[in-house]
């Protein structure tokens, strides 16, 4: 056999298909029942497998892991379930949504389409096992309790830099120096001390981004 015609064999679709004789009555059951709560591409998908299963009696394996997932998500039960989820979403879990948000556009990669929706449209409520995701993971929940907890210094305090070999970036330069406190940050971080300061180091004229573990209430 020819390079070409092996290439072809490896090609060649071998997936198991899904013979179900109430296939049919399947996917109307499922179109009557969420016609309303559909995407235009999920009535379209439906309406193509219709007429695929009245043909051949049967779908490929992809189209039919497609079908559950469009069919459990129209089920009666499970559309109740997210209705009663809408009906007790409260300004407190839009915040913390959107807090959870912003977690995630600041440290990547997880979940960006999600939280870029959450932030760009006020009506969107994600779905409850989503939200679970999102906000009650130990992360997320670090970095609301950091949050929640509030600044250690604010704007216009005397702070004086650590001096310690774990001072790092930047401000490093400046240990054991005291700084004024220009600017301070919403902390989106899990890791306890994370919050980030603009300080201005005395006798500095550029400003300096640290964190808050780096700093301590200065004596002066």
């Known amino acids: 056999m020819g390079y070409y015609g092996y290439r072809h064999m490896r090609r060649k679709n071998t997936a198991p298909r899904q013979d179900n004789p109430a296939l049919v009555a399947r996917i109307e059951k499922t179109v009557a ?3 309303s709560v559909m995407t235009d ?3 379209n998908f439906l309406g193509s497998l219709l007429d695929s299963a009245k043909k ?3 779908l490929t394996a992809k189209q039919h892991e497609v079908f559950q997932r469009i069919e459990k998500k129209l089920d009666p039960e499970v559309q109740k379930a997210r209705k009663d989820w809408n009906q007790g979403w409260s300004d407190e879990m839009a915040e913390k949504a959107r807090f ?3 977690y995630y556009k600041s ?5 960006g389409d999600a939280a870029e929706r959450i932030l760009n449209d006020s009506s969107y409520i994600p779905p409850e096992k989503l939200y679970r995701k999102m906000v009650e993971n130990k992360y997320v929940q670090r970095a609301l309790q950091n949050a929640q907890t509030g600044p250690l210094y604010e704007v216009g305090s005397m702070v004086t830099v650590r001096d310690a070999a774990s001072v790092v970036g930047p ?3 400046f240990r054991g ?3 004024v406190v220009i600017e301070v940050n919403d902390n989106l971080s899990a890791t306890k001390g994370a919050r980030v300061y603009k300080v201005l180091p005395i006798g500095s004229v550029t400003p300096v981004n640290t964190e808050e573990r780096y700093l301590k209430k200065s004596r002066i």
């Open 33 to 35: 029942h969420g016609t």
């Open 41 to 43: 591409w999920e009535r």
């Open 56 to 58: 051949w009696g049967r």
């Open 100 to 102: 959870a948000a912003k």
């Open 107 to 111: 440290n990547p990669p997880y979940f």
């Open 171 to 173: 401000i490093r330069r």
């Open 177 to 179: 120096k005291n700084a």
